[in-house]
């Protein structure tokens, strides 16, 4: 049975940091793309960033770009999203997902997701 299991979220104030992990099993991570998105009451879920198995690939949403990092330790089947400069904007559940497709993990069609972690910026 394949898991993700996000972790990391909480209250944080805006200009703050907060470093979000997802680990996986059931699955062989370093072979999957993976990819984390988010989805604010009342909006649309949102691609916030990809990234290829080796991290050959990596996009970023444009609101996040600059502020945000995706990253992977193949080995812990763990994938991570720094997230600084932290604004209210961001406040959000934040899934993480893995699909062996890229195209895929980027457009949030199907694959494996996590269960979500909630991110709140406020002062």
């Known amino acids: 049975q394949v898991q993700l299991v996000e972790s990391g979220g909480g209250l944080v104030q805006p200009g703050g940091s907060l470093r979000l992990s997802c680990t996986a099993s059931?699955?062989?991570?370093?072979?999957?793309?993976f990819a984390w998105s988010r989805q604010a009451p009342g909006r649309e879920r949102e691609l916030v960033a990809a990234a290829s198995p080796s991290s050959y690939l990596t996009d970023y949403a444009a609101s996040v770009k600059g502020r945000f990092t995706i990253s992977r330790n193949n080995g812990k089947e763990t994938g991570y999203l720094q997230m600084n400069n932290l604004k209210s904007e961001d406040t959000a559940v934040f899934f993480c997902t893995a699909h062996p497709s890229y195209p895929n993990v980027k457009s949030g069609s199907g694959g494996y997701w996590g269960q979500g972690t909630q991110v709140t910026v406020s002062s």
């Open positions: 059931g699955i062989v991570s370093g072979t999957y793309n």
